[in-house]
């Protein structure tokens, strides 16, 4: 049975399909020494090569598809190499075993926020796909706020270098002094479509973060820097997304743990806390919260006070005060209870030495007097 050398190389991780169709129109690719062109077909007798190079028939064999969200900080470029020797997004990533990691969309070296890598080229190229109209939520710091005829022109549509573009949805979410924050949505992601639609407009954009692919939101623990697996719900949701259906036995719990997963960090914890710990009574239960256990993920962020600053842009309708005024109260219920134990700890001195005998109780140091 043959298929379309663009979509079994797709499928084995060596790029998205569009970017095979480029290879191939490119003539880089070869199959039994022959250059084809697009719409060939392989089989599994037949040897591909690209750029002369070889593609091994076990990179051929479907590899298990994995899903990744990354949270890409400033600074880091969406490539694997970069003339200036700037970080790189991939870098940061795990190994991807017998696949390759392939970029799902890209944000400019200027911007942070939530990033997809999978290695199933067909589900990349799915989800870049222009007709797949998946939303892309970004938290937009600009210069000013806003007029309503702006935000109206905004949601009408512009016209840019590459044609017309607009926001489908903008949420005020506060902010101080001259800085404002503004959720935006839009249904594609052409290059740094949000930064030249503000600036059609001359609003300076100071700081943009994507905060949202499609259900997929970053999440508040997920550090610049860090990764985490997507769970096999996750993974379904984004599969069915783009009518996609997850393969036979494929369960996203098989793969490799590591500390930046959230699979993997749980594996670290559960080492640290012994033998023993954390398992299963005779009865069948396993200890709550309350008993020693902390809260994980969304409720643990959720219980943390967070310093002003580190918790990332604000959400629509979410005070930009609130981690302070959690600090302050956490602070005075410290203080309290400070107040509380040295009071306990006072009427706890005075009880034992009232149950003395007068010689062992304490008396007042004698004062020296010169004769």
Request: with cysteine; aromatic share 4%; charged share 30%.
């Amino acid at each position: 049975m043959s298929e379309k050398l663009q979509k079994v190389l797709a499928r084995a991780g060596y790029g998205s399909r569009r970017e095979v169709e480029g290879w191939i129109a490119a003539g880089r690719v070869s199959v039994n020494g022959q250059i084809v062109t697009l719409g060939a077909r392989v089989g599994e007798n037949d040897q591909i090569r690209i750029d002369g190079n070889p593609i091994p028939k076990t990179r051929l064999v479907q590899v298990k598809r994995r899903i990744i969200i990354y949270h890409k900080p400033v600074g880091e470029v969406c490539s694997r190499e970069d003339a200036e020797a700037r970080p790189l997004v991939f870098d940061a990533l795990p190994s991807a075993g017998r696949g390759r990691w392939v970029m799902v969309g890209r944000l400019d070296v200027n911007t942070s926020g939530l990033l997809l890598f999978t290695t199933d080229g067909e589900l990349a190229n799915k989800l870049m796909h222009p007709s797949s109209t998946i939303e892309r939520e970004y938290a937009v710091r600009v210069f000013g706020q806003l007029a309503v005829e702006q935000i109206e022109t905004l949601l009408k549509g512009v016209e840019l270098e590459d044609g017309p573009a607009k926001f489908e949805q903008i949420l005020d979410a506060g902010g101080e002094g001259m800085n404002h924050w503004y959720h935006v949505v839009l249904n594609e992601g052409r290059n740094r479509e949000v930064r030249r639609l503000w600036e059609s407009l001359g609003v300076q954009v100071s700081r943009l973060t994507r905060v949202r692919f499609g259900h997929l939101a970053l999440p508040r623990h997920l550090r610049p820097g860090r990764w985490e697996e997507l769970t096999e719900e996750e993974s379904t949701l984004l599969l069915e997304m783009v009518g996609m259906a997850p393969a036979p036995g494929e369960a996203q719990g098989d793969a490799p743990r590591h500390p930046h997963s959230r699979e993997g960090r749980r594996h670290v914890k559960g080492q640290r806390r012994g033998a023993g710990e954390g398992q299963a009574d005779e009865s069948g239960r396993r200890p709550g919260r309350g008993q020693g256990q902390a809260p994980r993920g969304r409720e643990a962020t959720e219980e943390a006070p967070t310093r002003r600053g580190r918790a990332g842009p604000p959400r629509p309708g979410e005070a930009r005060g609130s981690g302070r005024a959690r600090h302050s109260s956490a602070s005075q219920t410290r203080r309290g209870e400070g107040r509380e134990r040295s009071e306990h700890g006072g009427e706890g001195r005075g009880r034992s030495g009232e149950g003395r005998g007068d010689s062992q109780a304490r008396q007042p140091p004698r004062r020296r007097t010169r004769r």
